[in-house]
């Protein structure tokens, strides 16, 4: 599985982006879909994740601003990210996890930074 983030870029305290993540490759057994993010000087911590059912579960630092949501063919990965602040200043990872690979699939980050 392939995974390509995108739409991430430089915005200000209090507005929004909407990321993407677009999945190629055989998709079959992705049982959980999830973005990571890593701020500078931060460990990678899990945003939020969705599981092939659609549940889902978000870190308590961005409950009730970001939502995650997927296409029905899980070839689609969305994050839209609202209210953001300084502390989502991260480099935002999209993965795939299949019990096939343990450590999940990746994509290669899209920056997000929130200045003013």
């Known amino acids: 599985v392939q995974l390509q983030a995108s739409g991430g870029g430089s915005v200000q305290p209090g507005e929004s982006l909407r990321l993407s993540c677009a999945a190629s490759?055989?998709?079959?057994?992705?049982?959980?879909m999830a973005w990571y993010r890593q701020g500078p000087g931060k460990e990678r911590e899990l945003v939020a994740r969705?599981?092939?059912?659609?549940?889902?579960d978000y870190a308590d630092s961005v409950k009730g601003r970001f939502t995650i949501s997927r296409d029905k063919r899980k070839t689609s990965l969305y994050l839209q990210m609202n209210s953001l602040n300084a502390e989502d200043t991260a480099v935002y990872y999209c993965?795939?996890?299949?019990?096939?690979?343990?450590?999940?699939?990746w994509g290669q980050g899209t920056q997000v930074t929130v200045s003013s």
């Open positions: 490759g055989s998709i079959i057994g992705i049982t959980v």
């Open positions: 993965t795939y996890w299949s019990a096939r690979r343990p450590g999940g699939y």
């Open positions: 969705i599981t092939g059912g659609g549940s889902t």
